[in-house]
Nanobody, 126 residues
Framework: LQLVESGGGLVQPGGSLRLSCAAS????????IGWFRQAPGKEREGVSC????????YYADSVKGRFTISRDNAKNTVYLQINSLKPEDTAVYYC????????????????????WGQGTQVTVSS
């Protein structure tokens, strides 16, 4: 089971990116998926997650109104659209999946996620 993130890069403040989390070896629709980020010297924090099937979505207060999580089941991919980027959004962004038996996503506890991608760097700078 593998997750691969892509879509990161260098962007100016106010810009946008769309991060992708592609799965191989399993069907993402059956899993709760979270996006996390970790900036240098800081702890990993949850930014958004989407639960299995009922498609409930959750966002950290710091990203509400700017980030949108979504699925494309045909592509077996989960996206994180990030708009109005700020320098404080600079971090390595990771997607993660919980074990299949746990359909609810939990934003506050990364330890509950079993499968992780390698991360994609997002740098916001002028």
């Amino acid at each position: 089971l593998q997750l691969v993130e892509s879509g990161g890069g260098l962007v100016q403040p106010g810009g946008s990116l769309r991060l992708s989390c592609a799965a191989s070896g399993f069907t993402l629709d059956y899993y709760a998926i979270g996006w996390f980020r970790q900036a240098p010297g800081k702890e990993r924090e949850g930014v958004s997650c989407i639960s299995r099937s009922d498609e409930m979505t959750y966002y950290a207060d710091s990203v509400k109104g700017r980030f949108t999580i979504s699925r494309d089941n045909a592509k077996n991919t989960v996206y994180l659209q990030i708009n109005s980027l700020k320098p404080e959004d600079t971090a390595v962004y990771y997607c993660a999946a919980r074990s299949r038996e746990f359909g609810q996503c939990v934003l506050s506890k990364s330890i509950l996620y079993r499968y992780w991608g390698q991360g994609t760097q997002v740098t916001v700078s002028s």
